[in-house]
């Protein structure tokens, strides 16, 4: 069982940014990917971003490219999303996820469904 937790959100002028993180307890991350969605008022959950277990590879929604970059500190069982040039349309709540299984590719990356633990998640509002 891996429990997870997010911090770091809260609100935010356009073009600033914010770095959010997940905490995990119970067993070490170090052998899980590990992804970040979010969920805007009204939409569906939607993949942001996600990180290999080794942090080698990474995978980023194209809304988003170029802006958040995921990053992962096994040691401290820790993994990040640092947010930057923040727009109006990256409103939502931000979850944090945890992959079990083969080795994560960018088709798995993407689908909810190939994720085995999720965080209450963390709202980020950012104003314009």
């Known amino acids: 069982q891996v429990q997870l937790v997010e911090s770091g959100g809260g609100l935010v002028q356009a073009g600033g940014s914010l770095r959010l993180s997940c905490a995990t307890s119970g067993r070490t991350i170090s052998s899980y990917a590990m992804g970040w969605f979010r969920q805007a008022p009204g939409k569906e959950r939607e993949f942001v971003a996600a990180i290999s277990w080794s942090g080698g590879s990474t995978y980023v929604a194209d809304s988003v490219k170029g802006r958040f970059t995921i990053s992962r500190d096994n040691a401290k069982n820790t993994v990040y999303l640092q947010m930057n040039s923040l727009k109006p349309e990256d409103t939502a709540v931000y979850y944090c996820?945890?992959?079990?299984?083969?080795?994560?590719?960018?088709?798995?990356?993407?689908?909810?469904?190939?994720?085995?633990?999720w965080g209450q998640g963390t709202q980020v509002t950012v104003s314009s």
């Open positions: 996820a945890a992959m079990g299984g083969p080795p994560i590719t960018a088709a798995r990356a993407t689908r909810i469904s190939n994720y085995d633990y």
